[in-house]
C-alpha cells in the first residue's frame, strides 16, 4: 500500500505562483504513473497533470503554458509548479499515483489533497 503526503498548498493572488509536492511511501514495487487532480466547490473532479515514470507529461488545457509538472524517481516525489495563476484554478489539489504491489497487480491511491487559493 502507498501512502502520500501532499505538501505547498496556499493562499496566492492572481498572477501569482505555488509549487506543490507529493511524497509517495510504503510498500509497492514500483509507481508507474504520478500527478495531480483538482476539485473545486460544486464540481467534479477533474485531472490536472500526470507524469510518467519515463517522464512522459500530460496536461489539462487549462492549464497549458502555466503549470510544470516534474518528478523526482530517486525520491517518489512529483512536483507542480503553478505560474500565472488564477482565481478559478482555487480548489482542492489532490496527489494521484498508479503503482503496483509485489504481487503483480496494479493499483490507484489519492492524497487527501492541500488547499489552493487564489484570491486578492
Known amino acids: 500500500q502507498v501512502q502520500l503526503v501532499e505538501s505547498g498548498g496556499g493562499l496566492v493572488p492572481p498572477g501569482g505562483s505555488l509549487r506543490l509536492s507529493c511524497a509517495a511511501s510504503?510498500?509497492?514495487?514500483?509507481?508507474?504513473?504520478m500527478g495531480w487532480y483538482r476539485q473545486a466547490p460544486g464540481r467534479q473532479r477533474e485531472l490536472v497533470s500526470t507524469?510518467?515514470?519515463?517522464?512522459?507529461?500530460n496536461y489539462a488545457d487549462s492549464v497549458k503554458g502555466r503549470f510544470t509538472i516534474s518528478r523526482d524517481n530517486g525520491k517518489n516525489t512529483v512536483y507542480l509548479q503553478m505560474n500565472v495563476l488564477k482565481p478559478e484554478d482555487t480548489a482542492v489539489y489532490s496527489c494521484?499515483?498508479?503503482?503496483?504491489?509485489?504481487?503483480?497487480?496494479?493499483?490507484?491511491?489519492w492524497g487527501q489533497g492541500t488547499q489552493v487559493t487564489v484570491s486578492s
Open positions: 507524469i510518467t515514470s519515463g517522464g512522459s507529461t
Open positions: 494521484y499515483a498508479s503503482y503496483k504491489t509485489f504481487w503483480g497487480t496494479s493499483r490507484e491511491y
Open positions: 510504503g510498500s509497492f514495487l514500483m509507481i508507474d504513473v
